[in-house]
């Protein structure tokens, strides 16, 4: 007689809060290297890591960026924020800038596809920058995005593309 199994199982908190869990591609720590232009810049490349990390108690996902020259190593561009996922598909998140920009971006995402694009219904404290666009796929693995920006002098084109890995 099996009496073993019948009891109580026990209590543990999900691993992800189900509001998250639908992004849980996103979850982890990701590294890799980038390329960046824009008229009248010089193109660059650069080095980038991605941490997109959660509590199971909480319905939202923790994001920082860090990157450096792909060169030297020195260190570039930085920027940290929140994602919220909404149960509907779609997605908010605000971002600070190590430029002193701020963003909020609005969106959706399709957990089937492992995609997110985001679009900024607020940029703050820009002097140059009117619109940005985010979009993020994972795919076999492989995490890469476009971020797209149009500014007082150029419509919205890619400033940024990058491909990272797992890590
Ligand atoms: C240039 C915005 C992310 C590196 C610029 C410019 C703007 C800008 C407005 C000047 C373009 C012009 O003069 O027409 C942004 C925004 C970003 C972002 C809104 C994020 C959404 C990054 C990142 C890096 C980076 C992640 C580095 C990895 C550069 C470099 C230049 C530049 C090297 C050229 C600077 C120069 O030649 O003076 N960016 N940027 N940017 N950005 Fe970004």
Redesign the pocket.
Known sequence: METAGAATPPTQPPATHPAVAPLAFLLGKWRGE?E?S?????S?R???ELLFSHHPSKPVISYT?K???AASGEP????SGYWRPRPDGSVEVV?A?S?G?A?VQKGSYDAETKTVTLQSEL?GN????KQ?T?AFQVTDGELSYV?Q?A?I??SLQP??KALLKKI
């Open positions: 980038g960046g824009f008229p009248a810049i010089s660059f650069y080095g980038e960026q990157t450096w020259k570039m561009h930085a920027e971002i800038q430029t920009l963003e940029v820009a002097s140059k920058v940005i985010r971020v920006m500014t002098t150029a400033h940024l």
